[in-house]
């Protein structure tokens, strides 16, 4: 009987589907892409990839740009978001020299209504940055659950990885989680979000400088509590191995001597610092230019609170950011915390749902040169990232 | 059995089995007769001329049969600012309980009661607080009713232990607990009360119940989320002289009708016996009631989020109370009057909660319970707890007052005096769980026996006389008293503890009467109050738990769990503020009064002013501590957990908030409150009242404020809290216009009765106490207190003590009009049927309007109805 059930649904949503398809209206859109400043004389805009998603229904029309810089394509009425990538090499100046660049570039045009029988869309271009070498590979945020479905959560950690061919030093590196949630419809750092990432904990790796090498291919995990969590909760994860803790001197934490603490150079809260629980917020990896100190000092701003108090959280220069990772879900995502240069796209574990216990969000393998994993860094995590998959802390592969 | 009084004197007696009655000594005429019987119209008797002859006295009963009704509050004459609601207006409310009544204060308007939490009593204020509910004393048959012995112990997870919005403690009694079927009369005093009333700050609410024989009462009334049945039903015994009444209630409410896990129950029953005894000319009563009221909080755990069926939770209330009264009556030249009272109630309170515990990952668990270091150990993630608070106030009350009264010609004396003491006790076991093992893991609390706080004494005694002068058609009353209170049996800290305190209260009033108009007579009355009040301190005001302050000092969880080791300095707060005060209010009002016939308007303008109401204040204190870092000792070579010597060590100190009840509120309620009342207009069938009233109440906290940044910066915790001498989050004003327009419409050949009542509240208004945000003075992390000077606002770490608020965060936020109907019909089948229905909020006016956020704000009111069928046989 059920079965019946189902083909009588799956044939009466195939016939909908099909009489509706006849029937939207379609409306043929010219998308001309705008150069970057630096490259707007003596580059070709020809050849870039264009992908229109519509974000009701998730069809996808893709092509490349014309020697214009334009794209056509006919596509039915609806809301839509423009993504274009593409590498271009260009000749800039410094002084009296010259330098042959290839950059990565990349355009995006978010919630766009297409409708009427003709339309008309520019997409501003703009030079990704080029890969630090550290990136996030794995982010563990939404904690896991106990047999009796009860929550647990200090097992949550991210892992960073040196994804260069050199060696490269953990001293200073910080972590940051993002003021804004990314399923809040305004966001009140809008202004700021083209320079800067405003977070609300910032937890450092110490160290001199050269204490923590990191050799090409390998990683780094920084756990809230580093121990086998599997002996508290079976279907966590074994984290005794991790390489920092997120200690918060506070009654409800502990703190495991084996494994050395991050500096807690600022946290919003007097109390601990979980990640959040559905993976809502966004994260960065970043250095300051100069000192921890200089950068406390001149960083701080104040969040104005609809009580009429204020709370204090920090901002990061785009520009001293190694990676962003920005986090959301099919059906909450509503603005982003990170500028589109920073991140295009948003990754998600689960939708919200139980199905995100235990998950994590893990970079995809680019490609393995001479046996070191690279993993790919677009800037584009829905691409760059798998959604909601088990954890591997410390596994390569 | 019916009593027959003369008000002058305060002379009353019971008719005999014959219903006769005789006064051997009567005051000059003229005097009023007052005759009062269950379930009959109330009759007052103006006595001119003596009769010469027998005079047949007829009283009509209550229902809709007859002329003149009277649905709504009325009036008091000659007392400042007393509602009356009697048998009549209470069965037209069709209430669930004593918080239906309220809408009939002026200025007040129907609002929907939500049994799923407390609710205290708000009386001439816009807004509500806790110290004009507890100031609100509640008396019944004239013993009152105290909630001082309730206690709420530990800070506990309220949250886990379901206990949001159901605790009450120091908050004034609940009024869910009060049923309305055995109660006859109700007088709210929301002016000025006689110096009879005391341990009071507000006003009084004086329940009377039902006395006498009367035929078997039933009714049972549904609505959308409350069931309630009555029965009670009067005997008479032995040839009229003593009467037996029998009560009882049952109430379910469920919160929402969808959800079967959460509802809250109460159960009232009472049995009462009176007896009339002649001596001589005079009269002894002797009167005793048993009561039992149990009331259930129910929320269930849902079976399928409750993995196993491990998680149980339950609360539970038992009440039981005793009282006997006894008043005798001495007619003569001086009529005396004795009367003594003694009440005992009891109650258990249990809740008990088992749960299995599910920690989010390792957590430490300090047990310690005095100050001190100390090792602890760490919590294991999965365990099984169990909380029992075992809460059992006993409470007694004892009073013994004389009166005296005396009528010359143009002359009346009437002298009382008294004396009572009330004693409050907490049998209970308190908060009992394994400290090792709590529910609510990190919240630090401790058990706490409530048995071992001792018992409060409150003693009260009080001398009032009225005396009128008649002069002619003119008569001044003149009534002033003092009543003198204090706390004994507390430790001699406690600066209350034997001092007495005294409350002086006046009241006079003209009036002038013996004119008509339109062969009506006209009675114009001008009256005015100034009196002091008095509110004692709770048990939980005085004895509230110590705090228990945890840190960590040694936090060394090893992944080899032989050597964990945890050490804790606890420091044990006692939080008893031994300056706590009584809440006093000065009250002062002027008012007027027209009657012409049965049409009355009444004008009563009042200020109070409470200086230093109870308020629970955050204040901090420094803690130095050591911190031994764990990362100092390496695992590698240790074989058990390591001694502290080898740690690396740091003195570190910080701040930290604790509160205490303190004299801090200010209270300062203003207003203007009116009520109309037309005769029946005879050819619509219709009696239109108006009621309605302004009240402008201001809220402020007269202690400096401390905020808290709460947030780290260099891997420190910021040193500073920021002292304010102005509170931006409570200090504020509130104001509201309410009027209620309500036309009964009466038909007594079809005995039905048709109301529409057409509440408007013209506004609301609120707005915080402007202030520009710059802290007076900080405490920083040793506890020393710096005052903030300019130079500081520009200190990078310093200047975040300052706060800043959004631009309209000061500016008025003001409501739009909000009018609403509601629609109330009684009919009578006969004699022994009534069936009624009521529809409130059945139509409404909600505009829309401008927020001053500037968000438009869009109003909705579902209807809200019920049915109610009585019987009487």
Redesign the interface.
Known sequence: MKQIKWALVIASTLLWGACTDNETPTTEVTITVEMPEVMRTGTSPEGLTIEITNVGNGRTYSGETDPSGAFNSIVEEGVYNIVVSGEKSYTSAIGADQFEQTVTLKGLVENISISGSWMESEVALFIAPASSGWVFKELYVT?SQ?P????????KYFEIYNNSNEVLYADGLSLGESDHTTSSALNIWADLINDHFVTQVVYTVPGGGSDYPVQPGESIILA??????RN??TQSYDL?TANFEWYD?H????????I??L????????SIW?PHNRGFKSYVIFKPEGS??SY??NN?I?K?N???????RYKVANSIILDAVEMGTPSDFQSKALSAALDLSYINCGDGDDSRYGKVVRRKIQTIENGRVIYMDTNHSAVDFLSTVSPKPGVIE | MVAIGIKETNQWLYTNSEGRFKFTTLPPSPFSLQIRCLGYQTLEISIIELPTEFQTITLHTQNLNIQEITVTATEKQGESGTSVIDQQAMQHLQPSGFGDLLELLPGYRWEAQDLSQTSTIKLRQAGDDANTALGTAFYIDGIPLTPDAELQGNNLSSGDLKLSGRLNAGQGIDLRSLATDDIERVEIIRGLPSVKYGNLSTGAVILNRKWGASPLNFRAKADLKNKVLALNKGFTLKEHSSTLNLSTEILSYKADPRNPLENYMRSQSTLKYARNIEIGDGSLIIKGGLDFLATIDREKEDPE?N??LTDTYKHKRNKTGINLQTELSLPGTWNKNTTFKTAVDYSQNKLTRER?V???????Q?IATTTGKSDAL?LP??YMAWFERDDQPLNTFTSLDFNLARAWDSLRLNISTGAEWRNHRNLGQGDRFDPRRPISP?Q?GRPYNFSKIPTLHNLGAYIETELSILLGKHQIKLRPGVRLSSMTGLSQNYAINGIVYDDWRTQATYSFSGRTLNEKPVRFALHTAWGQLSRMPNMVHLYPQEKYR???EL?????NPDLRRLYVLTTVEDVRNYDLKPARNLKKEIGMELRIGTASLSVTAFEEEMQNGIVAASSYKAQQYD?YE??S???ENLDGPPALSLFSKEVRSNLFSYTQYTNGATLIKRGIEYQLQTPKISSLHTRISISGAWFKTCYDISLPEY?????????K??PYVGVFNTS??QSQDKALHNTNLQADTHLTQHRLLLSLSLQTTWYEKRQ?VPYNGTPVAYLDNHGIYHTYNQADASD?MLR?LQ????PY?FDEQKTAIDLGINLKVRKEIGDNLSFAFYVNRLLNYLPEYQSYTGATVIRNKQPYFGIELKLTI
């Open positions: 904690g106990t009796e479905g009860k929550s647990y959560y200090k097992d809230d509590v580093a121990i086998d969590h508290d909760n005794s001197d009654v409800l934490d502990v703190d495991v001597p084996e050395p603490n500096i807690k150079n600022f946290s919003a809260s007097a979980t921890m100190e406390l000092a701080m104040e104005q609809a009580n009429g108090s204020t709370s204090i | 989020l993995y196993g299995m599910s920690l989010t990952g390792p957590q430490p300090p760490y993630t999965q990190g630090g945890d840190i960590v936090n060394y969880f090893s992944q911190y764990p990362s000792v390496s695992p905020i808290d940044r709460s947030f780290y910066y260099g891997g915790e910021y931006f989050s915080y990078p975040l706060r800043s608020f959004t965060h």
